[in-house]
């Protein structure tokens, strides 16, 4: 049994579409863009009377080599530092949430987004109080540290300002779950993946996070250079701040999605094995924790 936070309260402002929005009592002011070398944007805020924290979504353009650092300034106080860089090196369109605990914020102070350029890049930005809640878990689950309205589940570690880093292998019973990745990459020019795998499998579960991939389109896995099939994409709830729509490209999401597929005894081997991801053409794409659920025939 372990504390949680839910989401309690929320603000969505897009810097580029919204007109004079209705703020909460929260927000004594409207969001303030500061043009400059270092573009900013910054939100007053005064803490909601509970303990509760404060979970910021931004959803972003990324460039490469530049960064969005997240500040928080208490009233009449210096800046701290609660994220170096959002940005995860892919110059794709991407999202980040941060929580930010109850007692960095203190009183009233402003939350800032600060830009490595004279453009800030950011396409929707949203704010939730986040109460503290308690779940119980099976033994082996970790902890979380926030859960959305959707009911996706935030590790402490995504969620801290600090980079992301690929999930450690585990065995849980009799799976294994092992990251092949490090970091997120780019992987339209063609990327391949070897994985060691040192008796027979069962069965094996591909898992992994792809940014970029237009609804309607497939990922195609490859394994040992033959093609096996497509990855069974998730569709995030429609709450999710990442859905946009326009004339051009219609319905299309701003982050990361997950994709998974079964492989069978048959089609994986004994030793070495060499893994491909491959998009719809000339369509930039990005993967991060990929990982696979291994179960061996012996198990």
Not at 21 to 42: F, G
Not at 56 to 77: A, C, D, H, I, R
Not at 91 to 117: F, W
């Amino acid at each position: 049994m372990f504390g949680q936070s839910v989401w309690a309260d929320s603000f969505v402002f897009d810097p580029t579409t919204n007109g004079r929005v209705p703020l909460p009592a929260w927000l004594p002011d409207r969001p303030v863009a500061i043009a400059s070398n270092h573009a900013e944007l910054s939100f007053h805020v005064v803490p909601v009377a509970d303990d509760d924290d404060l979970a910021l979504t931004v959803v972003f353009v990324e460039n490469m080599g530049g960064y969005l650092s997240v500040y928080w300034q208490p009233q009449g106080g210096s800046r701290q530092l609660i994220c170096a860089n959002l940005f995860e090196n892919i110059s794709l369109p991407n999202q980040r949430t941060i929580l930010i605990n109850r007692p960095t914020l203190g009183g009233p102070g402003k939350l800032i987004i600060s830009s490595s350029s004279d453009v800030l890049n950011i396409k929707r930005v949203r704010l939730d109080w986040a109460r503290p809640g308690v779940v119980r878990l099976y033994d082996l689950m970790p902890n979380g540290a926030l859960i959305t309205s959707a009911g996706k589940v935030y590790a402490p570690e995504e969620v801290d300002g600090s980079p992301i880093t690929p999930v450690a292998d585990h065995w849980d019973g009799s799976v294994y779950t092992t990251s092949v990745t490090e970091n997120a990459e780019r992987i339209e020019q063609g990327v391949q993946y070897p994985v060691s795998i040192p008796k027979a499998a069962r069965r094996v579960r591909v898992e992994v996070l792809v940014n970029g991939l237009p609804f309607g389109n497939s990922v195609k896995l490859w394994l040992n250079g033959a093609q096996v099939g497509s990855l069974s994409m998730e569709i995030p709830e429609l709450t999710d701040p990442g859905y946009f729509h326009s004339r051009s490209k219609g319905d299309h999401y701003t982050g990361w999605r997950k994709g998974v597929f079964l492989l069978s005894a048959r089609q994986v081997k004994k030793g070495d094995n060499l893994f491909q991801f491959q998009g719809p053409p000339n369509t930039p794409l990005a993967i991060r924790d990929f990982l696979l659920q291994i179960q061996y025939a012996s198990d």
